[in-house]
């Protein structure tokens, strides 16, 4: 039987673990092995990105969704939540304000809200792929659309999409997604990738009902799908939702998922979340710490952003653009790392180019 030392150092030399493996380790990791992770995790990440940490503008440009996930604070039964959409001349206004700002990619990201069709989308990332070309990178995470709309986004000079798996587990998704299905959200990912696009799935930490086998589930289905970028945030109840009153994901077992990723999908990017940040004050340094290598500060007019709420006390709501750039900067450094302002392909993406 390997010991837990043996376990972590497998993961750190070979970049596998079994199922068996991690779900021991989740059930039973220690505050001192949980350290000995972390600093597995940061070294890897060092050999893969240096010191450099990129930065995604982020723009929530519509609260307005047709799904209803269980914990979502924008579900479309909320009735509470006051609604908003930016305009595409609003959304390119972000976009000019980031730029300045030194933002080389920008993130679109919405509810599901089909008032933004095909052809707005389309025209859309194609002016902002020429008013700063060559130079930015434009994700999209708009949630779940036809391949063929995928298929058209790309062609107008979308590079990325995000869209996370959730959680692997079927039953738990099935539970979590009234208004979904589990196969179509892989599906989408998996089109997503024949596509093109460099994509970002991940999962949230601490979901009700969720077992250290269905985390396992996570890191072994992400290694199968080897996507550019992972989001692992930990789950947070909002008052509004039918989750309201469970407990939500803890710091602890959210910086261990982050490290395991980082072990077992050693070239993916994976942000510092503003999940994190909202869940303790330096959360997204500790995820730097622990393997994190992407934050993104979000460029969202001041006056929508607290409308923006999938969960409650999120960060950030009264900042401005320039605050949380100059702000995310400092953190960065308070790490001895380093703000790197370029596109920020992940390296399997370039080593396909
Ligand atoms: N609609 C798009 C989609 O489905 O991919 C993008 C927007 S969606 C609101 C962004 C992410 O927020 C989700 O993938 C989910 O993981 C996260 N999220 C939503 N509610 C949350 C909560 N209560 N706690 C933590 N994360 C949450």
């Known amino acids: 039987m390997n010991t837990k030392h043996d376990l972590l150092d497998k993961a750190f030399q070979t970049n596998h673990l079994t199922k068996e493996e991690i779900t021991v380790l989740l059930e039973t990791i220690t505050p001192e092995e949980r350290e000995i992770l972390y600093s597995k995790a940061l070294k890897t990440k060092q050999a893969y990105y240096g010191d450099k940490v990129y930065l995604r503008g982020l723009i929530e440009f519509s609260n307005i969704c047709r799904q209803d996930c269980l914990y979502c604070g924008i579900r479309a039964s909320n009735a509470k939540v006051e609604r908003y959409r930016l305009t595409p001349g609003e959304i390119l206004a972000c976009c000019d304000k980031g730029y300045e700002l030194g933002y080389r990619t920008f993130v679109l990201q919405s509810g599901e809200d089909l008032w933004y069709t095909d052809e707005m989308l389309s025209a859309l990332v194609h002016e902002i792929k020429r008013r700063y070309y060559p130079e930015v990178a434009?994700?999209?995470?708009i949630g779940e659309r036809s391949v063929e709309t995928y298929q058209s986004l790309f062609v107008s000079g979308a590079d990325r999409f995000l869209m996370r798996h959730e959680t692997a587990s079927q039953e738990l998704y099935e539970k979590l997604h009234p208004t979904?299905?589990?196969e179509d959200r892989r599906a989408c990912l998996a089109a997503l990738k024949k596509i093109g696009y460099q994509v970002g799935?991940?999962?949230m930490v601490g979901l009700p009902g969720q077992t250290p086998a269905d985390l396992a589930e996570d890191?072994?289905?992400l290694k199968e799908l080897h996507p550019d970028m992972i989001g692992i945030g930990p789950f947070i109840p909002h008052s509004q939702t039918p989750l309201g009153t469970e407990k939500g994901g803890t710091i602890e077992n959210t910086l261990v998922m982050v490290a395991l990723a980082r072990l077992l999908i050693p070239d993916s990017?994976?942000?510092a979340t503003t999940a994190l940040g909202t869940l303790h004050p330096q959360g997204r340094e500790m995820?730097?710490?622990?393997g994190?290598?992407?934050?993104?500060?979000i460029i969202?007019?001041?006056?929508?952003?607290k409308q923006y709420a999938l969960y409650e006390n999120k960060i950030c709501g009264d900042d401005h653009p320039e605050d949380c750039r100059y702000c995310i900067e400092r953190r960065i450094q308070s790490v001895g790392l380093k703000v790197d302002l370029g596109k920020g392909d992940s390296l399997q993406f370039i080593s396909n180019m």
């Open 138 to 141: 434009v994700t999209l995470s």
């Open 180 to 182: 979904m299905r589990f």
């Open 201 to 203: 799935a991940g999962f």
């Open 219 to 221: 890191l072994h289905y």
């Open 269 to 271: 990017h994976i942000p």
């Open 287 to 290: 995820a730097l710490q622990a």
């Open 292 to 297: 994190a290598n992407v934050v993104m500060p």
């Open 300 to 305: 969202t007019p001041s006056t929508v952003r």
